[in-house]
């Protein structure tokens, strides 16, 4: 039985439906936002609804973030220098190999 909530299209299934056609609910959950109430001997026992979407960071959250983040050490500093020596370098003609 498909029903109107809130949130949007709120379909109920019993458990039984939801065990046969698990990849299809969860896709539809996921791909176009439905919402399951699943049903076991007319109890609900559970609600498959999709993510919520992601929330972005503030600037002022990543800087806090960043400043958490462990800092590089120097074998890593040497290590990009040294490649961006590499990259520096002429490629050199490939057809003359």
Known sequence: METKSLTGTE???????LARNLSDIL??????????????NGEIVAVIEPPPPP??????EFLEEWAKLPKPDDE??????????????????????
Do not use: C, H, S
């Not at 379909?11 to 439906?17: K, L, N, P, S, V």
């Not at 929330?55 to 002022?60: D, E, N, P, Q, W």
């Open 76 to 97: 890593y500093w040497n290590d990009v220098e040294e490649g961006r020596r590499l990259m520096n370098q002429p490629i050199g003609d490939p057809w003359q190999r």
């Open 55 to 60: 929330r972005a960071l503030t600037l002022k």
């Open 27 to 40: 896709n539809r959950a996921r791909y176009k936002g439905e919402r399951f109430v699943v049903e076991r």
């Open 11 to 17: 379909t109920r299934i019993t458990a039984t439906e």
